[in-house]
């Protein structure tokens, strides 16, 4: 059974560049988060998709979008790229349909570096 | 809203005890705990509920006080495999979304 498996492992871009980072979640999984994991931080929540839809928003500007597939698969684009925006963003599945208290499992993340 | 661990470093000896506390500002509905290693993924090691709600997963147990909005991580006789950065996650009443703390570094040595 595969886990939650996320493309690329590692991207260069360049500021002002738009990027899209991929998330296959664990099996039997329907709910996918987005968080971007500074050095030495703590992961940030970006947001969370269910149903295809965009559940629930953190603290992150509009050039941060996402999307999610029939499959369960997400995408998270981002926009513009600024020297911030070097990361590492982690994609976490779980299944929970509308209950919140349920074990999510990480991807081994997207090394985002921006030049 | 992000909620605040202690330590936010601990050196331990093959066998010691250790205990990572989380606390929250804001009425918590679930404390989730997680364990990353360095260039890892966070893996989850237990969700807890309830006030009072105690789980223990191996040597490591936790323990979650909803009327004071903290959380307990035990860890027991710490082995080398304990080592890591061990992340509170927080979900408060009226959201998905879970909310980290900064972490705490744990380095267990022989």
């Known amino acids: 059974d595969a886990g939650v498996t996320q493309s690329p492992t590692h991207l260069i871009k360049t500021r002002g560049q738009q990027v899209t980072l991929r998330c296959s979640p664990k099996?039997?999984?329907?709910?996918v988060s987005w968080y971007q994991q500074a050095l030495g931080q703590g992961p940030q929540f970006i947001f969370q998709?269910?149903?295809?839809?965009?559940?629930q928003r953190g603290n992150f500007p509009d050039r941060f979008s996402g999307h999610q597939f029939p499959n369960y698969s997400s995408e998270l684009n981002v926009n513009a790229l600024l020297l911030g925006d070097s990361a590492l963003y982690l994609c976490?599945?779980?299944?929970?349909?509308?209950?919140?208290?349920?074990?999510?499992?990480f991807g081994q993340g997207t090394r985002l570096t921006v030049v | 809203q992000q909620p605040v661990q202690s330590p936010q470093a601990v050196i331990l000896r093959e066998g010691e005890d250790a205990v990572i506390n989380c606390s929250s500002s804001k009425a918590l509905y679930s404390v989730h705990w997680y364990r990353q290693k360095h260039g890892e993924a966070p893996v989850f090691l237990m969700i807890?509920?309830?006030?009072?709600e105690q789980k223990g997963h191996d040597k490591i147990s936790a323990s979650f006080n909803e009327k004071k909005q903290q959380s307990s991580l035990y860890l027991t006789a710490s082995q080398l495999s304990y080592s890591g950065t061990y992340f509170c996650g927080t979900e408060n009443f009226g959201g998905f979304k879970t909310i980290f703390g900064a972490g705490t570094r744990l380095f267990v040595k022989a």
């Open positions: 099996s039997g999984h329907d709910t």
């Open positions: 976490a599945s779980s299944s929970n349909r509308m209950k919140k208290n349920t074990e999510a499992f």
């Open positions: 807890l509920l309830k006030g009072g």
């Open positions: 998709y269910y149903e295809e839809e965009e559940r």
